[in-house]
């Protein structure tokens, strides 16, 4: 089995700054991706931000020279700096794992909990 576990969301004001964090643990061989999304009640789910093994990484127009998505290969761990926050950031924010667990495996998506992120005017 596989669990995503995040931290670091909460309240914070228009102009703050957040860093989430998560953590892949369980039966893992290889990760190829993670990533962050965030989604608000009656849209769907929309990608943030995603960094690959390799480092390179992709943001969605909307918080680029916001945002800072890095990884810890070592730990299997993402995070997401996220800094001169709006309020149109407030959602929820999942952590993904696109990851094998056998070395022949497939690759599957996992999926955090949720953090909840709210920024006020």
């Known amino acids: 089995q596989v669990q995503l576990v995040e931290s670091g969301g909460g309240l914070v004001q228009a102009g703050g700054s957040l860093r989430l964090s998560c953590t892949a643990s369980g039966s893992i061989f290889s990760i190829n991706s993670m990533a962050w999304y965030r989604q608000v009640p009656g849209k769907q789910r929309e990608l943030v931000a995603s960094?690959?093994?390799?480092?390179?990484?992709q943001y969605v127009d909307s918080v680029k020279g916001r945002f800072t998505i890095s990884r810890d290969n070592a730990k299997n761990a993402v995070y997401l700096q996220m800094n001169s926050l709006k309020p149109e950031d407030t959602a929820v924010y999942y952590c993904n794992a696109n990851l094998r667990q056998l070395r022949f495996g497939p690759q599957r998506n996992y999926w955090g909990q949720g953090t909840q992120v709210t920024v006020s005017s």
């Open positions: 960094i690959i093994t390799g480092g390179s990484t």
